[in-house]
């Protein structure tokens, strides 16, 4: 991913990937300049590649300019071993799919397409379905959830609670019953699992608990505060985050949790604690 300079108040960045190994970063002040450095790295990798007999697949090779939806279509027209690299819309990266928009609109789509064919397999497995649950749904629904289910509008968040209902019905072989006779909340809290919406809540409110007690790399703990993190009074609203919707969501989620679940001696605990306060 290369990263450049704020054009007309947003951040303009391309990025590149081989879809099976490989993805930089780089950045630069201006628009011009991102396109010298990025066709010069490209060059190097295509020389590194040469050098140590491996081959680049420049085919599967692609590069997508991040920018927010009303900003003008750019093409950096970049080449790697005389071949121009295709600019993408949207790419794989890391179990993500990911738009030049950084909007979630195709990741979602991925997961509900991943879950609604997975839910088609539970009549055939009624007596190990909550089994089948927790390896063929949940493993979805959790993946990157902290950061999707956080910086995703509601509306796109509901197709997926959606099909969690569904797959609950299943579960309690209650599928034949008439929706307007049996409420989804009391099937989750009869089977004991987390409705959607609160879990976006929960792994948030781990991730804080985390920061929280240094539990996380310094990379990620750097980016929060560290002198109110070490005050010695454990309710005080330690994290302090720049001005960023994903940080903020942290700050609030785990600041609003009571103190005596907050201050959990440990993660094990923090986590049974947590889940029996959001399914209260």
């Known amino acids: 991913t290369c990263t450049g300079q704020q054009l007309g108040g947003y951040q303009d960045s391309a990025h590149i990937q081989d879809q099976k190994s490989m993805v930089f970063m780089l950045e630069s002040e201006d628009l011009k300049t991102l396109f010298h450095i990025c066709n010069i790295d490209l060059y190097l990798i295509g020389k590194w590649f040469e050098a140590n007999g491996m081959v680049l697949n420049t085919k599967k090779s692609n590069y997508m300019i991040l920018k927010p939806s009303r900003a003008i279509n750019l093409d950096l027209n970049l080449t790697i071993n005389n071949c121009k690299l295709q600019q993408v819309s949207t790419t794989k990266l890391l179990g993500f799919t990911l738009n030049d928009s950084l ?31 927790f390896r063929y749904i949940y493993c979805y629904l959790i993946y990157g959830i902290r950061i999707y289910g956080n910086l995703s509008p509601r509306y796109l968040l509901d197709r997926i609670f959606l099909l969690q209902k569904r797959a609950m019905r299943l579960i309690a072989n209650v599928n034949h019953i008439p929706y307007h006779l049996i409420h989804t909340k009391d099937l989750h809290t009869s089977l004991n699992l987390m409705p959607f919406p609160l879990l976006a809540g929960q792994f948030t409110c781990i991730f804080g608990y985390q920061v929280y007690h240094s539990l996380c790399p310094d990379f990620i703990l750097e980016d929060f505060s560290s002198t109110q993190c070490r005050n010695s009074q454990r309710n005080t609203h330690f994290l302090q985050f720049y001005n960023d919707a994903l940080r903020h969501k942290v700050a609030s989620a785990f600041n609003s949790l009571p103190h005596h679940i907050r201050s959990a001696s440990k993660l094990v605990t923090f986590k049974r604690l947590l889940f029996k306060h959001l399914m209260s």
């Open 103 to 133: 909007t979630w609109t195709e990741h979602i789509d991925q997961v509900c397409l991943k879950i609604n064919k997975n839910i088609a397999l539970f009549k055939n497995c009624r007596k190990s379905a909550r089994d089948f649950y």
